[in-house]
């Protein structure tokens, strides 16, 4: 069964990380990029934001007695197969797991200016995932 309070408490945890990076995200990616605590803020969110969004989604998986998950990008895909997020909006919003393994584990190093830029494109796509598992919940 699913545990709305712990869902519910997730997705304002990922409000509250949004909240604390919308004055960074309204500038210019040259002056985040050349702040490094404005870039290491917009960082971490970006983490924190992307860890909250998998354990929102390993829990519907999990209650709901889903498919396993080959990776957690994939976790998207599934909501995305079982109605709970819009399937193309879950291939569209599932890539930022691989930026944040980027970030997290330095697989690569990761361009500042993409970084930035790419945070500023999914932040609408962090509010559409809200509202959709939002949207769930309340059926």
Do not use: C, W
Request: no cysteine; proline share 2%; glycine share 2%.
């Amino acid at each position: 069964m699913l545990d709305k309070d712990l869902i519910y408490k997730k997705i304002r945890n990922i409000e509250e990380y949004l909240e604390e990076v919308k004055f960074i995200v309204s500038l210019g990616t040259k002056e985040i990029a050349s702040n490094v605590e404005k870039l290491r803020t917009l960082e971490r969110n970006f983490q924190l934001v992307v860890d909250a969004m998998i354990d929102i989604n390993m829990h519907f998986i999990a209650e709901l007695e889903l498919e396993s998950p080959d990776s957690l990008q994939n976790t998207f895909e599934i909501l995305g197969r079982k109605g709970i997020i819009p399937y193309d909006f879950s291939l569209k919003i599932a890539p930022v797991v691989g930026l944040r393994n980027k970030l997290v584990h330095q697989y690569e190093k990761v361009d500042r200016d993409f970084f930035i830029e790419q945070f500023k494109k999914e932040h609408k796509d962090f509010i559409e995932y809200l509202k959709y598992i939002n949207q769930f919940l309340e059926k």
